[in-house]
C-alpha cells in the first residue's frame, strides 16, 4: 500500500530554462588561445565531450575548452572569461550524474585533468593535498607504500576537484564520512579571479564562517576549486569482506539498520537487489546468488574486526540470511569491489543499447526498510528496467532505469517514478540526494526540500558570483 | 630557540571600532514590552548581565532583554528589530571566551534560555532535536534511559544553540568531532524573520550548499538559532579512564602525537602542565603528582578497550611516564573529567581576584610539540601566570592567562605572549582559534589567518544581513 504523500503533487521535471546563448566574444577565444596555445581547444569533437557527464541528461557543449595546469593559470582563464562576461564550466572526469558539466549558456570549460600533481603528503598528519584533477585512484596508488588510504570511493575514478565539488561519498562514508567530513582545505578561484584558501590545515578551527564546507557541494557554481586537502587513513591491521544474500530485501534491509543502531563500525555495507546482483554477475562474470544481497568490509585489528563480523553474523543470521562468503584474498577483496563500483556499467548492459538515469535518495536510518519497499512496490507495477544497489549503512540508495533514450514514453514513467521516490524519500525527513547532486537535473526537487532556504543559497551565489558566470544555471535558477 | 616567523609583525589587538551607539527607539521597547510582558527587560542588572561572557574582554550591555519561548517568538522579534534597524545579540548561556555576547552596538539581546525543551529523540537515528536553550548536560540528563549520550563538551555547560553558533568542542572531539560534524540541522531566524530549516534529518546529502556547516560557528552574525538536531551515539559497553604524569611536557605531547598517529581510536586525550595539574588539585581537592599529565579515556567492547588501553600503554612507557592511574568506578570518572572542565575556574582561582584571558590555537599534529615547546619557553620568559591544557588530540591547546585586569601592563603582556602563541601556530599552518571562536577578540588574527577569505565572509554576510543587524561588530568588521 503507498502511503498517502504519495499523491502529494511532486513537481514536474522541467527542462532547464535557458536564456538565449550568447555567442564567446572571438577576442577571448583569441587572448586564450594565445596564453594557452595547444591546451585550448574549440574543435567540435573536444567541446561535445566536454559537455555530457554519464547520465541521460541532454548533453550541451561549451564554445571551447581550456586545459589548466595551474591555480594561476586558472585565475588568468578565469580573469579573461569574467571581462568578457563569459560563462565558465569546471570539468575533472566528467563522470557526474545530474548534468554537473553541461554547458548550458555556452562559455568555456575548465579542464583540471592535466592539474594532476601530488603537492604534498604529511604522512604524520594523514592528510595531503593534491591538484584538482588528481583522481581518487591515482591518489591511492601514490599512496601505495605509505601504509596510508583515502576512503572516500565514488563508483567512477572522479578527479579530487569534482568529488569535492560534488559532496561525493560512496561505499566507505557509512566509516569515514564523505567529503564533507575528509575535505580540510581547499584552495579556490573565485569568479573575478581572486584566489583564496578555504583553511589552514589544523583538523579543527573555530575561526570564522565555514567556507570549506561551503564550497564542498557547490558545484563549481561558487568558483573553480583547484587543490584539495583531504584526510588520511592508516590501512588497517585487518580487513574482512563478505557476500551474503537474503530471502528477501527487507530481511536485508533489517540486517543493515540493525547492524547500524547496535554500533558496529562496519567500513562498508551494501544493498544490491537482485537485479542488481543479475547484472554484476553477468557484467563482471560472477556467480553471486541471484537474490538481495549485501556486501560488506570490517576495518580493525584482527581481534577488533572477529569482534565486528561475530556481532553481524548474529544479526544476519536472525534475518535467515545465507552462509557469509569471504573474499579470502586481497586480489578476491579487489574484484569484489571492483564489481560493486561497476555497478551502473553493469545495469546498462542488462539491456544493450540503453542510456542509465541514476538517481539516489537518502533517508534517516529508521524510514529506510519503509521507503525501499514503497520504492519496489512501485517499481513493480512499471515496466521500465531498473537495478537498485546503495549505500545503506548511511540511509542511502540508488536507482538505475535503463531506459530507451529514444522512447519518449520510457523517458517520462522513469521521469514519474523518480519523482514519486524523491517526494516519498523528502516526505520521510530524507534528501532528494544523497551523493549525485543537484546539477540541472534535481532544481525541482531541491526546492520541494529546503523551501526558503533555497533563498539563502541564491543569495549567497550573487554575492560571490554577480554575474552568474560560474556554472550558470545549476542548482538553482536565479 | 624562537623561531624567525616570530619576528614577523603580529597584529596589534585593537579595540572594536564602534560607531556610535544609537538609542533603540521607545516604539520598539514598547511592542517588545507589549509583545513579551515580563520576558523583556531593560532592568540594569538584567542587561548587564548580559553584555558579558567569561572572559577578560570589556562587557557591553545591551538595551533590552528579550526572553523568547519558541521560534515564532525570536522570528517576530526580529522582524520588529529589523524594522526599527536595532541590533540584535543572540544569548544562550553567556559562557563564550571571546566576547561573543557584548551588544558592541546596543540593541536588544534575545535570551533563549526559556526555549529548553528537548523536542524530540529518535533513538532509531541516533538523533535528537532541542530547543536552542537546552544544554549539553539537560540534554545528556534527558538521555538517560535510553543507553545513548551526546559527547560534544565544552567546559562549561553551554546551551545547544550556543555551542553551534560557536562551533564548540572539547574533550571527546578526537573520538567524535566537533560540532561541525555533530549537527545534522538547524531551525534559523534570518535577519528578516524568515524562519528556515537547514537541512533534513538524513546523515548526508549532496543537496544544494551545506547552509547547516554555513551556520554552525557562524557567531550569531548571520541569524539565531532556535532550534539544533545533533547526533547522538550508544554509550559504549566499556569506558575506562586514567591518569598519567610524565617527566616532562615533551614526553607527554609526543605520547599524544604517536597515539594518534598510529589509529588509536582514544575517546579523549588531553594535557594539562603543571600549573594546571596544582590548580585543579587545589580548586578539586586532588592529589595528582604535579607534573605534566595526560588524561585518557578508552570506549569500545571490552576487548576493544583493552587493545587501546594495552598500545598506548606501550607508547606511554616509551615516554618514560608513570603509572597509569585509574578511574575505577563511574563516579570516579565523573570527577575526573568535571576536574577537567573546571580547569578554567581551577586555574583562576590560583591567584584570587584574578581575571582569565583564556585563549586557544589548533596546529596539525606533526607541529604540536614544537608549538607547544616554544610557548612554553615564552611564556618562561614572562611574569603573567598561566596555566596550558588542552584537547591536544586534535593539536588543539589553551592557555588561561590570570591577569591583575587593574594592571594595563599585565594586559599588554598577555595580549603580546597571546599574539606571539597565535602567529606561532598560523605560521605552522594552524589557526588562530580550535574552539573558540572570534568574537570581537581575535578579529585581526582571523585577517592573519585568511587574507583574502574574509573577504568571502564578508560578502555572504553582506548578502544574508544587509543591515548588519545579527551581532554586529563580530568576526570581522564591515
Known sequence: MLTDYLTMTAPLMTAPVLPARKPVAPELIAS???????RFSTSEAICAQHGRDESYHAP?????????QSTEEVAEIVRLCAEY????????????????????????????????????????????????GVTRKQLNEYLRDTGLFFPIDPGADASLGGMAATRASGTNAVRYGTMRENVLSMTVVLSDGRVIKTAQRARKSAAGYDLTRLFVGSEGTLGVITEVTVRLYGIPEAISAAVCAFPTIDAAVDTVIETIQSGVPVARIELLDEAQIDAINKYSKLDHRVAPTL????????????????NVKVIASEHQADDFRWAKT????????????????AALALRPGSKGWPTDVCVPISRLADCIAETKRDLAQSNIPSALAGHVGDGNFHLIFMIDPHAPEEIAEASRLNERMVARAIAMEGTCTG??????????FLLSEHGAAVSVMQGIKRALDPDNLMNPGKIFHL
Open 295 to 310: 556486501f560488506f568490509e570490517f576495518h580493525g585489528s584482527d581481534a577488533g574486526v572477529a569482534e565486528q563480523v561475530e
Open 435 to 444: 551523493e549525485h547532486g543537484i546539477g540541472y537535473g534535481k532544481m525541482e
Open 32 to 38: 586564450l588561445r594565445q596564453r594557452l596555445g595547444d
Open 85 to 132: 562576461k563569459t560563462p565558465i564550466v569546471p570539468f575533472g572526469t566528467g563522470t557526474s550524474l545530474e548534468g554537473h558539466v553541461a554547458a548550458l549558456r555556452g562559455g568555456i570549460c575548465i579542464d583540471v585533468s592535466q592539474m594532476n600533481q601530488v603537492l604534498r603528503v604529511n604522512p604524520e598528519d594523514l592528510d595531503a593535498t593534491v591538484q584538482a
Open 60 to 68: 550541451h557543449a561549451p564554445d571551447a575548452v581550456a586545459f589548466a
Open 330 to 345: 586481497p586480489e578476491e577483496r579487489t574484484k569484489l569491489w571492483q564489481a560493486r563500483h561497476d555497478a551502473y556499467y
